[in-house]
């Protein structure tokens, strides 16, 4: 028997005054998922992300989570207990240490001795903030507060965690430390949601991917159908001859739409439209024609490509 999907709505609706902040919203998420929600500030991620995590009632429609329904004017303890939420403005205590603030979190979940030393010390472990166990909250970096406040949502062990912009604000190496803790979530197997404006911050461990506009989820997909579903191959081709040379022979070959040269190395970009064995077929041409070939290789389309191919910009 399959197991139900971890997150469902169906007409999923948030009315403010005349303003459907989100607007009739059918989602699913499966077990084991990491959901990129895309879309502009202001087209209503934030709303649906607070109704999901049962901090916002919705105006019509219903939630499922894991198959159990959400009810309206209940506080769906045991529904919560399943979830992890970080919103964009959740507060940190300056003056507690960063064990301290855990502690207290976990007893708010009933986490009793020795099980709640030995959950603060994992949690610790895997937001990389063991060596900060005794400081203060407010001597922390923006990118280690921001790891202090995940390891808050899931000092729980929730089966679904919901993350509002978690790296909205942050320098580079705090993307990148943030973008690995989640990472070694998804590989412990919790389902998670997570929203952003910038699509770059979701590509590299996201499995699947849906736009919000206005209110309104307008694509939701699999990331792998998102890539299959261009027909176009990006190649890079490298040679240690003349360029000029190698650019002619791939201009004039079927099935090449677009040529540039790359600015490092004797290396040309090239869009081409065309199956594996036909790739296959490009690559024997050039060495039949002599060129000396000494890089090949095909390169995935970006996310943010596509998604402007079909109509959808990002907004910073």
Same mark, same amino acid.
């Given at each position: 028997?399959?197991?139900?999907?971890?997150?469902?709505?169906?007409?999923?609706?948030?009315?403010?005054?005349?303003?459907?902040?989100?607007?009739?919203?059918?989602?699913?998420?499966?077990?084991?998922?990491?959901?990129?929600?895309?879309?502009?500030?202001?087209?209503?991620?934030?709303?649906?992300?607070?109704?999901?995590?049962?901090?916002?009632?919705?105006?019509?429609?219903?939630?499922?989570?894991?198959?159990?329904?959400?009810?309206?004017?209940?506080?769906?303890?045991?529904?919560?207990?399943?979830?992890?939420?970080?919103?964009?403005?959740?507060?940190?205590?300056?003056?507690?240490?960063?064990?301290?603030?855990?502690?207290?979190?976990?007893?708010?979940?009933?986490?009793?001795?020795?099980?709640?030393?030995?959950?603060?010390?994992?949690?610790?472990?895997?937001?990389?903030?063991?060596?900060?166990?005794?400081?203060?909250?407010?001597?922390?970096?923006?990118?280690?507060?921001?790891?202090?406040?995940?390891?808050?949502?899931?000092?729980?062990?929730?089966?679904?965690?919901?993350?509002?912009?978690?790296?909205?604000?942050?320098?580079?190496?705090?993307?990148?430390?943030?973008?690995?803790?989640?990472?070694?979530?998804?590989?412990?197997?919790?389902? #998670?949601?997570?929203?952003?404006?910038? $699509?770059? *911050? &979701? /590509?590299?461990?996201? !499995? @699947?991917?849906?736009?919000?506009?206005?209110?309104?989820?307008?694509?939701?997909?699999?990331?792998?159908?998102?890539?299959?579903?261009?027909?176009?191959?990006?190649? #890079?081709?490298?040679?240690?001859?003349? $360029?000029? *040379? &190698? /650019?002619?022979?791939? !201009? @004039?070959?079927?099935?090449?739409?677009?040529?540039?040269?790359?600015?490092?190395?004797?290396?040309?970009?090239?869009?081409?439209?065309?199956?594996?064995?036909?790739?296959?077929?490009?690559?024997?041409?050039?060495?039949?024609?002599?060129?000396?070939?000494?890089?090949?290789?095909?390169?995935?389309?970006?996310?943010?490509?596509?998604?402007?191919?079909?109509?959808?910009?990002?907004?910073?």
């Amino acid at each position: 028997m399959t197991s139900p999907a971890i997150v469902s709505t169906q007409q999923l609706t948030k009315q403010f005054d005349d303003l459907a902040a989100v607007d009739q919203v059918n989602l699913t998420i499966d077990t084991g998922e990491v959901y990129g929600l895309i879309g502009p500030n202001g087209a209503g991620k934030t709303t649906l992300i607070r109704m999901l995590a049962a901090a916002e009632e919705p105006t019509v429609g219903d939630i499922f989570i894991q198959g159990q329904r959400m009810l309206r004017g209940d506080t769906n303890p045991e529904i919560q207990r399943q979830i992890g939420f970080l919103p964009d403005d959740f507060p940190l205590y300056d003056d507690l240490t960063v064990t301290d603030y855990l502690d207290y979190f976990a007893r708010l979940y009933f986490l009793k001795e020795p099980q709640l030393s030995d959950r603060i010390e994992t949690v610790l472990n895997l937001v990389s903030l063991t060596g900060k166990r005794d400081s203060l909250i407010g001597g922390l970096s923006r990118g280690m507060r921001q790891r202090l406040s995940l390891a808050r949502c899931i000092i729980h062990q929730p089966t679904l965690l919901l993350l509002d912009e978690p790296v909205s604000g942050l320098d580079p190496i705090a993307r990148i430390e943030m973008r690995n803790v989640i990472k070694r979530l998804q590989a412990e197997g919790v389902t #998670i949601l997570i929203s952003s404006h910038v $699509l770059s *911050d &979701l /590509e590299d461990f996201c !499995t @699947s991917v849906g736009v919000m506009e206005k209110g309104r989820l307008v694509e939701s997909a699999r990331l792998q159908a998102l890539y299959e579903r261009s027909n176009v191959q990006n190649i #890079i081709v490298g040679t240690t001859g003349e $360029l000029a *040379d &190698l /650019e002619a022979a791939l !201009t @004039s070959y079927d099935g090449v739409q677009a040529c540039k040269r790359l600015a490092v190395g004797s290396r040309i970009g090239i869009e081409f439209s065309g199956s594996e064995d036909e790739i296959a077929a490009l690559l024997r041409s050039l060495i039949t024609a002599g060129l000396p070939i000494v890089d090949f290789s095909r390169t995935r389309e970006s996310l943010e490509s596509i998604f402007l191919k079909m109509g959808y910009q990002e907004t910073a």
